[in-house]
């Protein structure tokens, strides 16, 4: 309907590539409320919090994911303010480090690298938690890129204001999921001073 929308403008203002230039950007917004629930259904995506998704392990690697727009939209208190939101937001994402690493055993988790990328973890932040920041790739500049309106959207929510990201500033995040294990008392803390 949204496309409809797009092409009866188009059409009104006869700018007629307008809806090629909104096909990607409704897609990009649409997504996450059709491929979440699906690739959770499919056990491609598994939820260890409501704001922390990993993908299947697959060649001893766990790419992490914050929240998409879904879950954004459909867990965060909208009476909260910016401050509290990004608070209830940390603490979904360290109960769900915490969860993840009682999913594996000592051995397990030995063998087993997180990674992940972030437009809003910062490098002090990360290492606190046991990460070590990488220089994010090309292609996953071209996603973020290609998901900026999605993005902005999820910040926004976060923060409470419109809030545009800083695509410039993303970077990975990499760690053995046996560092984690061993910093569980300090995010358990952690957890407990945002609640």
Do not use: C
Request: glycine share 6%.
């Amino acid at each position: 309907m949204i496309f409809l929308g797009f092409v009866v403008i188009a059409l009104f203002l006869e700018w007629y590539y307008l809806p090629l230039f909104a096909a990607p950007l409704i897609l990009s917004i649409l997504a996450p409320f059709i491929d979440t629930p699906q690739g959770k259904k499919q056990g491609k995506l598994i939820y260890h919090s409501p704001l922390f998704i990993t993908e299947k392990e697959k060649n001893r690697k766990i790419t992490i994911h914050g929240g998409t727009l879904f879950d954004y939209y459909y867990v965060i208190d909208r009476s909260w303010n910016g401050k509290q939101r990004i608070r209830f937001i940390l603490r979904q994402y360290i109960l769900g480090l915490l969860k993840l690493t009682e999913s594996f055993s000592e051995k397990e988790a030995d063998e087993i690298t997180l990674q992940g990328t972030s437009y809003i973890l910062n490098e002090r932040t990360a290492e606190k938690l046991g990460f070590r920041k990488q220089r994010a790739n090309f292609l996953q500049q071209i996603i973020l890129t290609y998901n900026y309106l999605q993005v902005t959207l999820a910040n926004s929510i976060a923060k409470d204001k419109l809030s545009f990201p800083t695509i410039g500033r993303v970077n990975t995040y990499t760690a053995q999921l046996s560092a984690i294990k061993k910093n569980k008392a300090y995010l358990q803390n952690l957890a407990e001073k945002l609640a």
